[in-house]
C-alpha cells in the first residue's frame, strides 16, 4: 500500500481541475451582456496600432503578477503560458474579455486596466517578443507514452490544418501557438470549448474537439505539451523569473 502513494499523489496532482476537481461545473452559467461588435472594433484597432514591444513592457506589469514577467504561467494551469503567442490571438483576446464576448471573470478586471487600443497592441507585442521559458507542466502518468502517440494522430487528423503540422498556429490568421502549452491549460481550455463554456472560438474549433471524450482530449493535451514552441529560447537566468 505504501508503495502506491506516490502513485496515487502523482495521478491526482497529474489530472486537470477542468475535468478532476470540478465535477460541479453543472449548466452553462447566463448569458452575459455581450458586445461583438465592440470587441471587434477594439481588435481592428489595435492591429491598425502594430504595436510597439518595448512600451508594452510597462504596460504588461498588470499582466505579470499571475503570468510572470518570463511569460510562463503556471504548470498547474491556472495561468497559461503567454511567452511567445501570436500578437493578433492576444489582441483577439483580450479584446474578447473586455466586451464579455469571452467571459474570463478573473482577468477582466486587469485588461480594463489596458487604456485604449494602443496599450492592447504595445502588450501584445510585448508578450510576443519574449523569450520562451522551459519546463512546461506536462503529463507524467505512467500511461504518457501511449497517451502522446494517440495525442498525435487526433492532432494531425483533427487540427494540424489550423495549428500547422508543429502546434505553432498562425500569425496572420490568428490561430495560436499550442505547442509547449501547459498540459492542464490546455485540457481546460479544449473541454471548456467542447462543453460551451468558452464561446469566443471558431466553429471549426468546436467541431474538432466536440467528438472527443475526456480520454482523447488529455492525449491530445498530453501530445502538444511535448512540442516545443516557435521562438528563442531564455537563458538560464531569464526562465520563469
Excluded: W
Excluded at 512546461?136 to 495549428?163: M, S, T, W
Aim: hydrophobic share 40%; with cysteine; proline share 8%.
Amino acid at each position: 500500500m505504501l508503495k502506491l502513494l506516490p502513485l496515487l499523489f502523482l495521478a491526482l496532482f497529474t489530472m486537470a481541475p477542468a475535468l478532476a476537481a470540478d465535477p460541479a461545473r453543472g449548466a452553462l452559467p447566463p448569458a452575459p451582456q455581450k458586445s461583438p461588435s465592440m470587441a471587434d472594433a477594439e481588435r481592428a484597432l489595435a492591429l491598425a496600432e502594430g504595436g510597439d514591444a518595448a512600451a508594452g513592457k510597462e504596460v504588461y506589469a498588470v499582466c505579470s503578477a499571475c503570468h510572470l514577467p518570463s511569460g510562463f504561467g503556471r504548470r498547474d494551469g491556472g495561468y497559461p503560458k503567454l511567452a511567445g503567442q501570436h500578437s493578433t490571438v492576444l489582441i483577439k483576446q483580450i479584446a474578447d474579455i473586455r466586451a464579455h464576448v469571452r467571459e474570463n471573470p478573473g482577468m477582466h478586471s486587469f485588461v480594463m486596466e489596458l487604456r485604449d487600443p494602443r496599450d492592447i497592441a504595445n502588450v501584445a507585442a510585448h508578450i510576443e517578443s519574449l523569450c520562451i521559458p522551459p519546463g512546461n507542466g506536462r503529463y507524467f502518468l505512467p500511461d504518457a507514452d501511449a497517451r502522446i502517440v494517440e495525442g498525435k494522430q487526433i492532432f494531425d487528423k483533427d487540427c494540424a490544418d489550423c495549428h500547422q503540422a508543429k502546434g505553432q498556429g498562425s500569425k496572420e490568421k490568428g490561430h495560436p501557438v499550442l505547442a509547449g502549452q501547459h498540459y492542464r491549460y490546455l485540457l481546460r481550455q479544449m473541454a471548456d470549448i467542447r462543453d460551451g463554456y468558452r464561446q469566443n472560438v471558431d466553429p471549426d474549433m468546436v467541431s474538432a474537439v466536440k467528438k472527443h471524450k475526456n480520454n482523447k482530449l488529455e492525449s491530445l493535451a498530453a501530445y502538444l505539451a511535448t512540442l516545443e514552441a516557435p521562438g528563442t529560447p531564455c537563458e538560464p537566468a531569464q526562465a520563469r523569473k
